[in-house]
């Protein structure tokens, strides 16, 4: 028996990503693919001087991969004037990637693909309806100038879909309300966390780990550290967080800031104007491995966001045994309790300074056991594996109804 075939269409490249939250999915259902499947992903290259579309048979995490390289992007990090997503949803066109199973983590790749048969995925990752009204005056990406097309778009290409997968309640319920006719095919999915690669440290060893970092920064030993993980763009609202930290009264309190992105100007320069150069460092992007000591000796994983889905850097600080400052939005709240993080109600720079301030002051070995007990609970092995297995069940029995047929 042939193996099937899943394919993931994204605007990204395995071995150069940007952060972000679909990415690390992405790669989780790479890491974690059964033997029984053969995987495929339709991403982007990162070299204009190297060919691309063809297919390039690599190597992910240990496990063969399939890569077509549709188009080039060399920087990943930044909106360009021509959406990337345009871009990557117009090259393809001119092709058909129709396989058993195909994974769309946006919706416009799927225009090209309407004619292609296979059951067909699409994961939702934000709270949509919050996501395109832009209420909140931020530009966080171009649809919300044109809302309508937006929704028009969708009502276009929904029918095509087995499966709507979100990790956002609240999406979850839009999209049944709006799609009755579609309502059973639209399920929530937990997101989930490598906790083989994302772990807490000893007490011992934690206390050595942060007096290094200390060292290398040039800072007290007596130091805490916040940390802030994302794109630098507007749903992540960065420069807020920056104007919290300058409403924080309070000595020996560092704010690491990773990821890179449009807004990377604009916090730089609110970081001088506030007086905060001893007391913010900005890391740029880093990889999964150099994320992982710093999730280990960070007191929290802030976020300032303006809109979310379930972000998996919140599950990964939470597998470090490290808690959570968030503004109220998205489903991190539902995970959190006294125990392992705080919700801010009032997106305003003193109420988030009180918040770290009370996370600050956190029994770290209460905290610690915790949170890992919410990141267990989504460990990506468990949870990617059921996926596949699901998925494999579905195919197994297309083939034995399609087998009697010929009979």
């Known amino acids: ?7 993931i269409f994204y605007q990204f490249n395995p071995w150069h990503p940007s952060k972000g939250g679909i990415q690390t999915i992405i790669q989780y259902f790479i890491k974690y693919v059964p033997s029984s499947f053969e995987v495929r992903l339709v991403g982007t290259g990162v070299d204009a001087s190297k060919p691309h579309g063809e297919w390039e048979d690599r190597e992910f995490e240990g496990r063969p991969l399939k890569f077509f390289p549709l188009i080039t992007v060399e920087d990943d990090d930044t909106r360009k004037i021509v959406p990337t997503s345009l871009r990557y949803t117009w090259a ?7 396989s058993d199973f195909m994974h769309f983590h946006r919706i416009e790749p799927a225009l090209s693909a309407q004619n292609w048969q296979g059951e067909k995925t699409l994961f939702i990752q934000n709270d949509v309806e919050e996501q395109i009204s832009g209420k909140d005056g931020k530009n966080a990406i171009l649809w919300q100038w044109f809302p309508w097309a937006y929704f028009g778009l969708e009502r276009l290409l929904m029918n095509q879909f087995s ?7 609240n999406a979850c319920e839009f999209y049944k309300r709006e799609y009755p006719a579609i309502s059973e095919h639209v399920q929530y999915y937990q997101v989930s966390v ?3 690669r994302f772990f807490p440290l000893a007490t011992p060893q934690k206390a050595i780990a942060k007096q290094t970092l200390c060292e290398q920064l040039e800072l007290s030993k007596e130091t805490q550290f916040l940390l802030f993980v994302g794109r630098l763009h507007p749903q992540k609202d960065p420069v807020l967080l920056v104007q919290s930290m300058a409403a ?4 020996n309190v560092h704010l690491l800031v990773v990821g890179d992105g449009e807004l990377r100007p604009a916090v730089e320069s ?3 104007k506030l007086g905060l150069t001893k007391k913010v460092t900005m890391l740029g992007s880093k990889s999964l491995e150099e994320l992982v000591p710093l ?3 960070a007191s929290a994983l802030v976020l300032t966001s303006v809109y979310e889905g379930q972000p998996v850097t919140v599950l990964e600080a939470m597998a470090c045994g490290t808690p ?29 300074a009180s918040a770290f301030s009370a996370v600050l002051a956190f029994d770290e070995d209460v905290t610690r056991e915790a949170c890992l007990k919410v990141a267990m609970a989504s460990s990506a092995e468990t949870v990617i594996t059921s996926i596949y297995d699901q998925m494999f069940e579905r195919w197994k029995q297309q083939n034995n109804e399609l087998a009697a047929l010929q009979v």
Do not use: W
């Not at 499966?163 to 309640?169: A, P, T």
């Open 194 to 196: 490598d906790t083989n």
């Open 270 to 272: 609110e970081i001088e």
């Open 295 to 297: 999730y280990q000796v």
């Open 92 to 98: 393809l066109r001119r092709h058909n990637f129709a």
């Open 324 to 352: 959570i400052v968030t503004t109220r939005c998205g489903d991190t709240p539902s995970l959190l309790s006294p125990q392992t993080g705080i919700v801010v109600d009032q997106r305003t720079p003193k109420d988030i």
């Open 248 to 251: 924080l009264a309070q000595e």
């Open 163 to 169: 499966e709507i997968l979100s990790c956002n309640s």
């Open 1 to 7: 028996m042939r193996k099937p075939v899943l394919t």
